[in-house]
């Protein structure tokens, strides 16, 4: 938790942020992942100053825990002083012990936002998904939380001017957006409508972009003109010169091979292989979007 200290920008962790959604359709599946179409609503962890705290916080709690649909497990959430937002032990269950950072009794409007992070440890804990580090699992935490539908919390959690600063969370503001912007490509929604926080709209913004990128790198057709002519002169020279970009080009074997081209999913970064021939219609495995390619 950033409390008045410099926020991190920018995309350092988007490598690790897109194996994580891969790894959620992966363990998850197609099926799953549509089950959460519908974000968690504000009025679902509404919290305001004349609520008790403790039964708030509950209250809170449970509605997460509904939203990712973990219904016997029981959080009890308990408040001290320490340097993080929030920490969860995960015990066997079904009663999970979920203590939040004294900085939240004065600042409820963002236990929700706490909360559905230390949910989603839960969550991933059953499902027994996990990254190889800590940082790692935290990151895939943070955006497993934004892209099943809780994570605008902690983007909106997001404020910073020139004399203080809040942020939740271990992505960037900007990683947030772009999680958010890919569910919300997917699920045709605007998580935008619930920001109380100037900058979130910002960050959302930035992470929009970053994400109609994906959309529009070769060889899907929506790609531009340099990205087209690049890889137009990528294809000459493959197999035996391989690009530095994210498509990579390779031979079936014995003589005269065809080429195949492979590249990421621009919806859940599984990689994705087809042969060169011209224009090509691939459906992913994994998350079932059909891509028009020119190859």
């Not at 009025?43 to 008790?52: G, I, L, S």
């Not at 959080?75 to 950072?101: K, Q």
């Not at 913004?205 to 057709?221: H, I, N, S």
Request: hydrophobic residues 40%.
């Amino acid at each position: 938790m950033a409390n008045g200290g410099p926020v991190e920008h920018g995309y350092p962790h988007l490598e690790t942020v897109r194996a994580a959604i891969t790894a959620l359709y992966r363990r998850l599946s197609y099926d799953t992942v549509q089950t959460f179409s519908t974000s968690v609503v504000p009025a679902d962890v509404a919290f305001c100053d004349t609520d008790d705290l403790h039964l708030g916080a509950q209250r809170v709690a449970r509605e997460i825990v509904r939203h990712f649909r973990l219904p016997d497990a029981r959080l009890v959430v308990g408040f001290r002083e320490m340097t993080h937002a929030a920490n969860v032990e995960l015990a066997a269950g079904p009663e999970y012990f979920v203590e939040l950072n004294d900085r939240f009794r004065t600042h409820r409007r963002d236990i929700g936002a706490a909360l559905a992070h230390e949910v989603m440890h839960v969550y991933l804990h059953r499902l027994d998904l996990s990254f190889p580090t800590t940082a790692e699992n935290e990151i895939l935490t943070d955006t497993a939380t934004t892209y099943l539908g809780a994570g605008w919390l902690l983007l909106d959690a997001y404020r910073e001017d020139r004399a203080s600063s809040q942020k939740l969370g271990y992505l960037t503001p900007e990683e947030f957006g772009y999680v958010l912007a890919k569910r919300a490509l997917l699920f045709h929604e605007d998580p935008s409508v619930w920001f109380t926080s100037p900058q979130a709209y910002t960050a959302y913004a930035a992470g929009m972009a970053r994400a109609r990128r994906d959309e529009q790198q070769p060889p899907l057709t929506a790609a531009g003109w340099a990205g087209r002519r690049r890889y137009a002169h990528d294809r000459r020279r493959a197999p035996a010169v391989q690009p530095a970009g994210a498509y990579t080009f390779t031979a079936d074997p014995g003589p005269g091979g065809r080429l195949r081209v492979s590249f990421p999913c621009p919806t859940c970064h599984q990689r994705i292989r087809v042969p060169v021939r011209g224009r090509v219609r691939a459906r992913c495995g994994l998350c079932r979007t059909v891509l028009e390619c020119d190859t």
